[in-house]
């Protein structure tokens, strides 16, 4: 379980990885469909190989959230994940938004992955991560599915705006996340934002890692580090192949998807070599929810039209 890390004057930060392959992702679910999967060539074992040696080259440790039908297919990149010291976490099984599933069917999707999961890496799955982030007010139900199915941390509330997922009002830092009032809570790991002019940039990683300079996500990292809060990183190893074949997406879709995959592994080397504590989330999970218990819990119902949490410093 958690190991107690003492708070210090160098906040934690966590590099994290979905681990899902090119032909899974939300843009692909109308072009493909998960019907077609098999159609298309396997490439996260490759893609997962590089990662791990990136972060064997810098010696760092981090957070997987994997795909229950990746462990299904490619039991042995969960292995190698876990033999190299990663933590191994959930992101559900068959890559499937919230908004498409019920709590009776997330409850079964979440339940399959955590146990096949803890199968193959011989260790509790105690974290959870949802695909595009879709922990939203509209899906408020799933946090207490999440608590019921015996996770201890939740990563999928995104506290920025977008036309998918994302809760503007939710805090930047750990905080304890309430589906509805009186309802249970979890512990919510949110992504790294850069706030400035009143707003929360998403410089975390992803597609933002890729389209954006470089320089949003070091000032993200930077302003999060003046104010002594939590800084978690997030990327997909498709994101690092720039051979992958090409699916028929939108226009939008594409940008989105093939966008600066040549230049990606030099950035996240880049990253990587950032001096900073760098830990797993669940090194840390003592010191998350320390921060987390400083506020009253966040009711995630109520998000909708509550207005935007404002940090205690601009940074």
């Known amino acids: 379980m958690s190991q107690a890390v003492a708070p210090t004057s160098s906040p934690p930060r966590v590099l994290s990885i979905d681990v899902e392959d090119y032909f899974q992702i939300e843009s692909a679910f109308a072009a493909i469909g998960r019907d077609n999967w098999h159609a298309w060539e396997p490439r996260v074992e490759r893609n997962v190989e590089l990662l791990l040696s990136l972060f064997h080259r810098f010696k760092r440790r981090g957070t997987f959230f994997c795909l229950g039908y990746v462990a299904q297919k490619h039991p042995q990149v969960i292995r190698r994940i876990a033999e190299a010291g990663h933590e191994i976490a959930s992101h559900g099984s068959m890559h499937d938004r919230l908004h498409r599933l019920t709590p009776a069917t997330f ?111 070091r000032r993200g990292l930077a302003q999060a580090t003046r104010q002594n809060r939590p800084a978690v990183l997030y990327f997909h190893p498709w994101e690092f192949d720039p051979a992958m074949p090409r699916m028929p997406l939108s226009r939008t879709g594409k940008l989105r998807t093939y966008t600066g995959l040549a230049k990606a592994e030099n950035r996240l080397a880049r990253i990587m070599a950032t001096p900073g504590r760098w830990v797993r989330i669940v090194d840390a999970l003592d010191e998350f929810r320390a921060i987390a218990l400083q506020s009253p819990p966040f009711v995630l119902a109520d998000a909708a039209s509550s207005t935007p949490h404002v940090p205690p410093s601009a940074g």
């Open 107 to 217: 409850r079964d999707d979440l339940l399959a992955s955590k146990h096949l999961l803890e199968d193959q890496c011989q260790r509790p799955v105690i974290g959870y991560r949802a695909p595009t982030f879709s922990v939203t007010p509209q899906t408020a139900w799933a946090v207490d599915v999440l608590v019921e199915s015996g996770f201890a941390y939740d990563a999928s509330i995104f506290p920025v705006r977008h036309p998918l997922y994302g809760v503007p009002s939710a805090p930047d830092r750990p905080f304890m996340a309430q589906g509805r009032p009186g309802g249970a809570t979890i512990l919510e790991i949110p992504p790294l934002t850069w706030r400035i002019a009143g707003r929360n940039l998403p410089v975390a990683g992803g597609g933002y890692f890729r389209l954006l300079p470089l320089w949003f996500m």
